[in-house]
Every structure is written in structure tokens, then in C-alpha cells.
């Protein structure tokens, strides 16, 4: 079973996503920030990370260095709810393979990931 490990410090969306996707048949771990989600990443090794740029602490993109710092073939994609093209192209710099903008639309989020997904088999 693959695994998605989402990081956003909104709960709710953390566990709306988290939902959808388990109904597909994934295994999806949460994380409430940055911090967490590097103890996650280390120790779980999800194929992929929905990562949010914008939260307290640690934000996305200094999360992003840091996982890529541990494993630089992690499948990360970054999800904003700002179109701050500035952010999104230091992020594709840093190695995000692709970013969804907020609100999300599930029938994107799950393209997306699927396609994200096949490139890693």
C-alpha cells in the first residue's frame, strides 16, 4: 500500500484529505507542521508529501529543504493557498515535483497525485 503523508496546521484539511484518500486505498499519515513531518518522513518513508507552504513554525519550503537534506528522491507536492509565484518557483528550485493551489479540487489533487505516484513505480 502507498503512502501519503499530508502537512498542513489546518486540522480539518488534514483530515478531509487524509479521508479521501484512504477511500482510494492509501495509507495517509498526518502532520500538524514542519517539524512533524520530518520525524514522519524519517521514520515512515512515505512515497509522497502533500506539503502546505504556508504554516506556523516551520513553513513549506524550509520543510522542503529539509526533507530533500534527507532523502533527495522524495516525491513532495507543495499546496498553497497563496499563487505567490516567487514561492512556487523556489519550491520547484528546491525539488517539488508539482503545486496545487487552495481551495483544492479533488478531482485535480487526485490526478496529480496518481500521476506523481506512476513516475515512482
Do not use: W
Not at 24 to 53: F, H, M, N, W
Amino acid at each position: 500500500m502507498q503512502k501519503i503523508l499530508i502537512v498542513d496546521d489546518e486540522q480539518d484539511i488534514c483530515e478531509f484529505v487524509k479521508n479521501f484518500f484512504q477511500e482510494r486505498g492509501y495509507e495517509v499519515l498526518t502532520a500538524a507542521d514542519g517539524e512533524q513531518a520530518l520525524e514522519i518522513t524519517k521514520k515512515e518513508s512515505p512515497e509522497l508529501v502533500l506539503l502546505d507552504i504556508k504554516m506556523k513554525g516551520m513553513d513549506g519550503i524550509a520543510t522542503l529543504k529539509h526533507i530533500k537534506e534527507m532523502n533527495k528522491n522524495q516525491k513532495v507536492i507543495m499546496v498553497t493557498a497563496l499563487d505567490d509565484q516567487d514561492k512556487i518557483s523556489e519550491a520547484c528550485k528546491l525539488g517539488a515535483c508539482e503545486y496545487i493551489t487552495k481551495p483544492l479540487i479533488l478531482d485535480h489533487l487526485e490526478q496529480t497525485v496518481e500521476k506523481i505516484m506512476q513516475v515512482s513505480l
